[in-house]
């Protein structure tokens, strides 16, 4: 079993980070939207272990992080509305899938074979510092088992990682607490594939391609059954409340959609770990930034595979 350290974002972290990225390993480090595995998206060998920690099925792709939008156009095709994109989004959370450039060194695991690769440039100082140490881009899903809650906290990627990676670097939680919009931006109409923090207008398309991350049926989910859209919570339940209806924790009493998703995925941790034997979430308005947060709880609720 490995040993997992954890140490507090500073410049000794980020160059034990770099010796162990460059060695092949990946690591946990905190990104603007959640914590994310990062290893070197050149190795093949070293996006295999992505995989092998996180349990992942291998038609999932991987999001590659780089450092600015120069970086992402060595990789990726960028057409004028993909670039005007990553110039008004970019750093943020807003992952764009665009064609990927040939010949690319970009590992063929990291995109499940696709011709197209999802390219992101993180805002967070840790993964920014991480990125220019190492001078090379990340595949870096979220840094947990894959299905699995969402890590917005380095005890939460010590949970469901321990003894699989080697280094979290601990930046505190997050600041979204939500994964990023995905768009597809691959020639014609834009296409989200994923509804995250930023809202772009952009065409919904038909289920059953996997292009992107989270795009799985059943994703984010707790090992308890959870019930949506509950009013009232049962006897066995741990209710997570939003605005009037207050459970056993809120994600906003005030009703603030970017407090809920911030609170989203550390609020089902902790009732993954209550008494109770299932989980029930009160209402969360379809609009805004609630798109993205019954989003991942549908998938959290499906059944899985």
């Not at 840790?126 to 380095?154: D, E, H, K, V, Y």
């Not at 019930?227 to 919570?233: E, K, V």
């Not at 008494?275 to 059944?303: F, K, M, S, T, W």
Request: proline letters at 9%; charged letters at 20%.
């Amino acid at each position: 079993m490995t040993i997992t350290n954890i140490l507090p974002f500073n410049n000794e972290a980020i160059a034990e980070a770099v010796g162990l990225i460059l060695a092949g390993q990946c690591v946990a480090v905190p990104t603007e939207t959640v914590y994310g595995l990062a290893a070197d998206a050149t190795n093949g060998e070293a996006v295999a272990r992505i995989y092998e920690a996180k349990g992942r099925p291998s038609f999932n792709p991987l999001i590659v992080h780089v450092l600015d939008l120069a970086a992402a156009r060595e990789i990726g095709e960028f057409d004028e509305q993909a670039a005007e994109l990553g110039e008004t989004h970019w750093p943020g959370p807003l992952t764009l899938v665009v064609p990927l450039r040939q010949p690319s060194a970009i590992a063929s695991i990291a995109t499940a074979g696709l011709p197209t690769i999802g390219l992101r440039v993180p805002a967070h100082p840790a993964m920014q510092a991480l990125l220019r140490a190492a001078g090379r881009p990340f595949a870096a899903p979220s840094a947990n088992a894959s299905g699995g809650i969402s890590p917005t906290r380095a005890e939460h990627v010590l949970k469901s990682l321990g003894g699989r990676i080697p280094l979290i670097i601990d930046g505190g939680p997050t600041e979204r607490g939500i994964e990023s919009t995905i768009i597809a931006a691959t020639g014609g109409p834009l296409r989200l594939l994923r509804a995250g923090p930023i809202e772009i207008d952009a065409a919904t398309p038909d289920a059953g391609r996997i292009e992107a991350p989270g795009q799985m049926a059943s994703h984010y989910a707790p090992s308890k059954p959870l019930r949506l859209n509950a009013m009232t919570a049962e006897l066995d339940e741990h209710w997570i409340g939003f605005g009037p209806y207050d459970g056993h924790a809120n994600l906003s009493a005030s009703g603030n959609l970017t407090e809920a998703a911030a609170r989203l995925f550390d609020l089902l941790h902790r009732a993954d770990e209550a008494d109770e034997a299932r989980i029930a979430v009160a209402p969360v308005p379809e609009a805004g930034l609630g798109v993205a947060i019954n989003d991942r709880l549908r998938r959290a609720a499906a059944p899985r595979s």
